[in-house]
């Protein structure tokens, strides 16, 4: 089994969160740098008619980043950012995030 995998091409997928980021609007730059520090791919953002002042940035999330968001976008936002998420999809591992797993896992031995 372990002279095929190689053989096989095995690749390592993460699950990808579809997530959407209520904002004030003076916090929105800080807050797309914040998701693209953690991997995060912004589909966009627009203002809330319903909230006036407030932004909602959309964005795909590794769910692997999401650990301690919700503190530094409290953190950012003078503690009254929120975000709502749902899985949407599977992507393939980056390969230096995936070359650090397979070390922590001990996998990555030969």
Known sequence: MTDGMPSCHPVLLEPILSVQVSIPAECTAKVLQLVSGRRGQILGYESLTHWKGWDQVTAYFPQAEMHNFIIELRSLT???????????HLQEVPDKVKSKVLTTNGKGKN
Do not use: E
């Open 78 to 88: 003078m503690g009254v950012g929120t975000f709502t998420w749902s899985y949407d």
